[in-house]
C-alpha cells in the first residue's frame, strides 16, 4: 500500500498521473455558466454574451484535468444539453442564480427533469448556487427548499450523487469547497 | 481630406491618401501598411455605363484608356500613364477633341463600366444542395423557402437540385413525367469526369439539354412538387447517434456536376446544413453523440480528429469550383456547430455568401436567403458572377497583395512585389460571386530608391478593372482609376499626415489580423497590434519624451487607439465563449465588408433616446447606460433594443398605452424604427433582441461596452447613472494610459 502510495505521488510529482474528467455545464441563461468557467480556466473575472453555441475549456484542479462543455441555458437550447452528457462518467454541473428569485421555479423544473431521466441515473450532479456576493439571495437551505430537492439532501443514505455548493465567481467565495467536490468526484469516477 | 468622396464615386478609400516618395521613407512614416479598400460592385447613383469595351494599353501594363491618360491635338494617340506606352486610338475614335470625348476620358468619370456587346447572355445558375437530415419541421421550413425563392430567381435563369443525408440524391429537373434522380453513395470524392461517365454522355452534360440544371419557369412546377416531397432522410437514427451527412460527397458532386454542364459561366451551389459532416470524405465528427465536436480547445492542441484533413478536404472542393469560376455559399442554420470551421475556406475562396443563424424557421436564415435575390431598381439582381480582378500600379507603386474572399490568379506581373501581405505573388484575382458589398483589402508598396527623384508634379495611380458576369448574363468590365499625390521628403509632416484615413487604417490592420489568425497564436497577434499601433502613435503624438501629461494625438490619429482597443477584445480575436464555427463566422464576415460595416463589427455603435431631445450617438461604455434612456446597439451581428429600469417599469405598468403620456409612447418607437431600418439593410439578417436594463440578454451589451465602471472601479454616487460590470477586463482609460506611457518611452 504504502508502496503504491509513493508511486502515485511520484508520478503526480511529474505531471504524469494526471486525471481526466468531463464536466457538463447546465442551468438556466444568466445563471453564471461562462463567467464560472473563464474564471476557471483563465482565473480571471470577465462579461461574456449569453453563449449561442455549446463550447468547451479545459481547466485543471490539483491534478485533475477537466474539460468543460458550456452550454447555453436559453429555453430553444436546452434541448441540446443532453447530448453532451454522453455517459454517467460526465460530471454533472447544474447552476442556478441563487439572486433571480423569478426564475426559481423555471430551475426546479429543469432539475427534476434531469434527476429523474433515467439515462443520467448514476451521473454525479454537482448544484451550484451563484452570485452569493450580491446582498439578498438564497441560501444554501433556502435554495434546497425552493428547488424542492430535500429528498436528495435530507435522507441518510442519500438516494443520488448530489452535491451543492454556494459561490461567488467574483469573490470565488465556495470555489475551494467547489474544487475538492469535483476533484473528489473525478477521482471517484477515476476508480 | 475628405475620405467620403472617393469612397462614394469609386467605393475606394486609402489608409494612406498621400504617399512618401521612397520605400525607405514609406518605412519609416507609413506605420499602417499602404492599402486599399475597394468595393467593385459599389452602388453610386451617378455610375456611368457604356455599351462597348474598353480601349486597352498595348503595353506589357494592359491598363484601361482612362482620365489620366495623356492626350493632345491631334487626338490620334494616348499615352498610358502607367507604363508611359504610345497607343494610337482606334478609328471609330477619331473625332476627338478638346470639348468631344469619349465617356472614359472625362476627369470626373474616374469609374465607369462598360457592357460588352455580345449576343449570347448567360443567366447564372443556382444549384441548391439540400440537407435532409433535419428535423421535420426544419426540413419543411427550408422547402418552403426554397419553393418561394424560385419566384424571385430570374425566371430563365438556371436551377438545380441535390439532396443529401446518408446518401447524396441528384435531381433530374428535365423530365416531368415521372421524378427521376440518381444516387451517390460511397467514399470516394469524384472527378468530374467520372460524374459524366456516370450520368450519360459528354453531350448531354450542358446546359441545352436541360437535364439536371434546367430555366426556373420550366422547371417550377416539377421542382416545387419535388421539393414539397422531400422527406427526412428515411435512415433511422438512434438517440445516441447524429443523423448521417455525407455532407463532403455532396459538394462534390455539385462542384464536378456545374464543372461538367457549365465551365466558366456564373453559378453558385447554395447549400442548407443544419449539421456537421458525419461520413465519408469531410467528415467532421464521428456518428456517435458521445464523441464530442472539436473545440477551440481541441484545435488549438492539436486534437480535433477531423479539421485539417475536413480543411484541406473543402479547401481542395474550393480550387475546383474556382477553375471554373463557381460560387458556394453555406446556410448554416443550427443550435449546435455544422461544421463551417472546416468548411469555410470553400467559401472563401469562391467569394461565396455564408449565414450562421439559428434555424431554417428563423428569421435570421428566412430574410438573408430572401435579401440574396432583392433587385435593384432597373430589376437585376445586384450580385456579379465568375468575375477577375486586376491591379496596374504607375511606375515607383507595387501591389504587396489582397485580403478578401477571392483566390489567386498567379499573375506576376511587373506590378508586383515581392513583398507578400495577403494573397499576394500576383496581380488578378478570381472572384467566383460578388456582390454590392464584396470588398478587397489591397496592400501596395513603394519601390522608389531613396535617391531617386520624382518628376515634379507627378502622381501615383492605381488601376482596378473588375471583370464579371452580371445577374442578367451580361459580360461587364468595371474600371477605376485612382491617383494620390507624393508626398516630398522635406515637406513638414502634415503633409503627410493630412492623408491618414484612420477609419480605413483601422480596417485594414484588422484584416491583417484576421489573415493571421489562420496561421498564428491569438496572443502573437494581438502582440503585434499593440507593438504596431505603439510605433504609430509614438511617431504621431506630440509629446516631451518621458512626459506623459504632454501628450497629445492630432485629430486624424485621435479615435484609432480606440478601434485597436476595442478590436482586441472583440469576438474577432478573442474565442472564449464563442465555437469554431461562430469565430468562422464572423471573422468571414469582417473579411468582406466595407469599412463602414466592418467599423460596425469592430467598434459597435450605440446610440440614446431620451425625452431630451433626438436621439444621439453615445460612447460605447458602461457610463453610458442610464436607468432613464433607451439605447440602441448595433454590433452588425445583433441589433439590440436596450430599456432602463424606470423606462422598463413604465412600460411594464402600460404608461405608454396612456394617452396622456403620447411622448413616452413616441420614445418607444422611436428606436424600434431605427432598428427596423438597420435591418431591412442588413445582409445577413442580424439577431434582433429587444431588452430591459438588468436582464439576460443585457449582456450582449454589457459584454461589448468599454468597462469603464466595474464592482471594483468607478462605481458612481448616483446608481441611476451607469451600470456596473462584473470584470476584471482593461478599459479604454488604462488601455490608454499605457499606450502613452509606453509611447513617451520609446
Ligand atoms: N454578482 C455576481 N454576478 C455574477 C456572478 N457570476 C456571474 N455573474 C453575472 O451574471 C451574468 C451571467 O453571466 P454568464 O456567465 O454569461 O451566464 P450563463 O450562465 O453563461 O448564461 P447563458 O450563456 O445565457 O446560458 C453576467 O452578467 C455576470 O456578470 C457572480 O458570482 N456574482
Ligand atoms: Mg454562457
Ligand atoms: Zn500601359
Known amino acids: 500500500m504504502f508502496f503504491f502510495d509513493w508511486i502515485s505521488w511520484l508520478l503526480n510529482w511529474f505531471g504524469l498521473a494526471n486525471l481526466k474528467a468531463n464536466i457538463a455545464i447546465l442551468g438556466l441563461g444568466n445563471a453564471g455558466k461562462t463567467t464560472l468557467l473563464h474564471r476557471f480556466s483563465t482565473e480571471r473575472l470577465s462579461a461574456h454574451p449569453p453563449t449561442l453555441r455549446p463550447n468547451s475549456h479545459s481547466f485543471s484542479i490539483g491534478n485533475v484535468n477537466f474539460n468543460a462543455h458550456d452550454l447555453g441555458g436559453q429555453q430553444n437550447m436546452r434541448y441540446l444539453w443532453r447530448n ?3 455517459d454517467n462518467k460526465t460530471i454533472i454541473i447544474f447552476m442556478v442564480d441563487s439572486t433571480d428569485f423569478n426564475s426559481i421555479g423555471e430551475s426546479k423544473s429543469e432539475i427534476h427533469d434531469l434527476l429523474q431521466d433515467q439515462n443520467l441515473e448514476n451521473s454525479h450532479f454537482l448544484i451550484l448556487g451563484s452570485k452569493i456576493d450580491v ?34 465567481s467574483v469573490t470565488k467565495e465556495g470555489f475551494a469547497e467547489m474544487g475538492k467536490i469535483l476533484r473528489d468526484t473525478a477521482e471517484s469516477l477515476n476508480k | 481630406m475628405d475620405f467620403y468622396k472617393g469612397e462614394e464615386t469609386d467605393g475606394v478609400r486609402f489608409s494612406w491618401n498621400r504617399w512618401p516618395t521612397s520605400r525607405v521613407e514609406a518605412t519609416r512614416k507609413l ?23 474598353p480601349l486597352r494599353c498595348k503595353g506589357l501594363c494592359n491598363a484601361i484608356l482612362n482620365p489620366y491618360c495623356s492626350i493632345a491635338a491631334p487626338f490620334k494617340t494616348w499615352v498610358c500613364p502607367f507604363c508611359l506606352q504610345h497607343n494610337q486610338f482606334p478609328n471609330h475614335y477619331s473625332g476627338i477633341s478638346d470639348v468631344h470625348k469619349p465617356a472614359e476620358l472625362y476627369p470626373n468619370l474616374t469609374t465607369i463600366e462598360y457592357e460588352l456587346p455580345t449576343n449570347d447572355t448567360a443567366l447564372p445558375i443556382y444549384l441548391f444542395v439540400v440537407d435532409i437530415g433535419l428535423p421535420d419541421d426544419e426540413l419543411r421550413a427550408l422547402t418552403d423557402s426554397l419553393t418561394m425563392s424560385l419566384s424571385l430567381i430570374p425566371e430563365n435563369a ?16 428535365g423530365f416531368t413525367a415521372c421524378p427521376k434522380s440518381y444516387v451517390f453513395r460511397g467514399n470516394a470524392p469524384f472527378k468530374a469526369t467520372t460524374l459524366i461517365d456516370k450520368l450519360g454522355s459528354a453531350e448531354s452534360m450542358n446546359l441545352m439539354s436541360k437535364k439536371f440544371l434546367v430555366p426556373a419557369n420550366e422547371c417550377e412546377f416539377h421542382l416545387t412538387s419535388i421539393l414539397e416531397e422531400i422527406q427526412k432522410d428515411p435512415c433511422r437514427v438512434s438517440s445516441d447517434k447524429r443523423p448521417l451527412r455525407c455532407t463532403g460527397m455532396a459538394f462534390s458532386v455539385a462542384v464536378s456536376l456545374l464543372q461538367a454542364i457549365a465551365p466558366n459561366t456564373g453559378a453558385r451551389i447554395m447549400s442548407f446544413i443544419g449539421g456537421p459532416a458525419t461520413q465519408g470524405p469531410g467528415i467532421v465528427v464521428g456518428e456517435e453523440l458521445k464523441e464530442p465536436i472539436r473545440s477551440h480547445n481541441d484545435i488549438q492542441k492539436g486534437k480535433a480528429k477531423y479539421s485539417s484533413k475536413a480543411y484541406q478536404y473543402y479547401k481542395s472542393i474550393g480550387e475546383q469550383a474556382v477553375s471554373s469560376g463557381h460560387a458556394i455559399d453555406i446556410f448554416s442554420c443550427s443550435l449546435d456547430q455544422v461544421g463551417l470551421y472546416e468548411m469555410r475556406e470553400m467559401v472563401k475562396l469562391t467569394g461565396g455568401f455564408m449565414v450562421l443563424a439559428d434555424a431554417f424557421s428563423h428569421p435570421m436564415f428566412q430574410q438573408s436567403f430572401q435579401k440574396i435575390f432583392t433587385r435593384d431598381t432597373d430589376a437585376s439582381l445586384k450580385l456579379g458572377y465568375n468575375a477577375e480582378i486586376q491591379v496596374v500600379t504607375s511606375m515607383y507603386l507595387k501591389v504587396c497583395g489582397a485580403i478578401g474572399h477571392m483566390s489567386s490568379k498567379g499573375a506576376k506581373t511587373s506590378c508586383v512585389s515581392e513583398n507578400e501581405i495577403g494573397i499576394g505573388g500576383t496581380s488578378s484575382w478570381k472572384i467566383c460571386g460578388l456582390d454590392q458589398n464584396s470588398t478587397f483589402a489591397f496592400y501596395f508598396e513603394i519601390a522608389n530608391q531613396h535617391n531617386n527623384q520624382m518628376p515634379p508634379d507627378s502622381s501615383g495611380l492605381i488601376q482596378f478593372i473588375t471583370s464579371y458576369q452580371n445577374a442578367a448574363g451580361k459580360q461587364i468590365v468595371r474600371v477605376t482609376t485612382v491617383k494620390r499625390d507624393w508626398v516630398d521628403n522635406n515637406a513638414p509632416i502634415q503633409h503627410l499626415t493630412q492623408g491618414f484615413d484612420q477609419e480605413t487604417s483601422a480596417v485594414l490592420m484588422a484584416r491583417l489580423a484576421i489573415f493571421k489568425t489562420e496561421n498564428e497564436e491569438l496572443q502573437d497577434i494581438t502582440r503585434w497590434l499593440d507593438k504596431m499601433l505603439i510605433k504609430l502613435v509614438s511617431r504621431y503624438a506630440d509629446y516631451k519624451k518621458e512626459d506623459i501629461r504632454s501628450f497629445n494625438l492630432s485629430e486624424n490619429f485621435s479615435i484609432y487607439p480606440t478601434f485597436m482597443f476595442h478590436l482586441r477584445r472583440s469576438n474577432f480575436l478573442q474565442v472564449f465563449n464563442n465555437s469554431p464555427d461562430e469565430s468562422s463566422f464572423y471573422r468571414f464576415m469582417l473579411n468582406r465588408e466595407n469599412v463602414s460595416n466592418s467599423l460596425v463589427m469592430i467598434q459597435p455603435t450605440l446610440e440614446k433616446y431620451t425625452f431630451n431631445g433626438p436621439p444621439r450617438p453615445e460612447v460605447l461604455s458602461a457610463s453610458s447606460i442610464s436607468n432613464d434612456s433607451i439605447l440602441l446597439l448595433d454590433t452588425f451581428f445583433h441589433v439590440l433594443i436596450f430599456s432602463g429600469e424606470t423606462i422598463a417599469q413604465w412600460r411594464k405598468a402600460g404608461y405608454d398605452k396612456d394617452p396622456n403620456y403620447q411622448n413616452f409612447r413616441d420614445l418607444l418607437i422611436a428606436p424600434k424604427q431605427d432598428a427596423a431600418a438597420i435591418l431591412k439593410e442588413r445582409f445577413p439578417y442580424p439577431r434582433y433582441i429587444e431588452c430591459d436594463q438588468h436582464s439576460g440578454e443585457a449582456r450582449f451589451l454589457l459584454a461589448t461596452i468599454d468597462p469603464n465602471i466595474t464592482h471594483t472601479n468607478n462605481i458612481p454616487q448616483d446608481p441611476s447613472k451607469g451600470e456596473i460590470v462584473f470584470t476584471e477586463d482593461v478599459n479604454l482609460h488604462v488601455f490608454l494610459e499605457h499606450l502613452k506611457k509606453f509611447a513617451v518611452q520609446s
Open chain 2, 31 to 53: 506605420l499602417v501598411p499602404l492599402g486599399a479598400m475597394y468595393t467593385p460592385l459599389h452602388q453610386s447613383p451617378e455610375l456611368t455605363k457604356v455599351p462597348y469595351p
Open chain 2, 158 to 173: 438556371y436551377v438545380g437540385l441535390i439532396t443529401f443525408g446518408s446518401m447524396v440524391q441528384l435531381y433530374e429537373l
Open chain 1, 135 to 168: 446582498k439578498s439571495h438564497y441560501s444554501k437551505e433556502q435554495l434546497i427548499q425552493a428547488l424542492d430537492l430535500q429528498p436528495y439532501f435530507y435522507q441518510n443514505p442519500q438516494p443520488k450523487n448530489i452535491n451543492m455548493v454556494m459561490i461567488s
Open chain 1, 84 to 86: 453532451y452528457i454522453p
